[in-house]
């Protein structure tokens, strides 16, 4: 069982940047694919950046040139880092760990573990 646990969140400005942590604990196996989810108000959850093993990342196409995922193999932490914050980017923010079986995707249901998520407020 993979334990995840976000932290960073909080209220920021227009143009502001973020950078959120995600404590990796528990069983993870090498295979293990990573991601940053978000979801706003009403909305889908969406795939933010993924990471894998070969430490490939990939950022969605909407936050490209924004956003960045990285992994500390010291610590066992993963990180967002998403800069020119707008009220868009107010969301609760998850990090997940995939299926060693699957290859990374942003589809939410090839992941088997979350975290609680950490809210994001950006305001104008």
Request: glycine share 14%; charged share 15%; aromatic share 8%.
């Amino acid at each position: 069982q993979v334990r995840l646990v976000e932290s960073g969140g909080g209220s920021l400005q227009t143009g502001g940047s973020l950078k959120l942590s995600c404590a990796v604990s528990g069983y993870t196996s090498g295979n293990m694919c990573m991601a940053w989810f978000r979801q706003g108000s009403g909305k889908e959850r969406e795939g933010i950046a993924t990471i894998d093993m070969y430490v490939s990342a990939t950022s969605a196409y909407s936050l490209k040139g924004r956003v960045k995922i990285s992994h500390d193999d010291a610590t066992n932490t993963l990180y967002l880092t998403l800069h020119g914050l707008h009220p868009g980017d107010t969301a609760m923010y998850y990090c997940a760990s995939g299926d060693p079986r699957r290859p990374c995707s942003f589809v939410s249901g090839d992941y088997v573990s979350w975290g609680r998520g950490t809210q994001v407020t950006v305001s104008s």
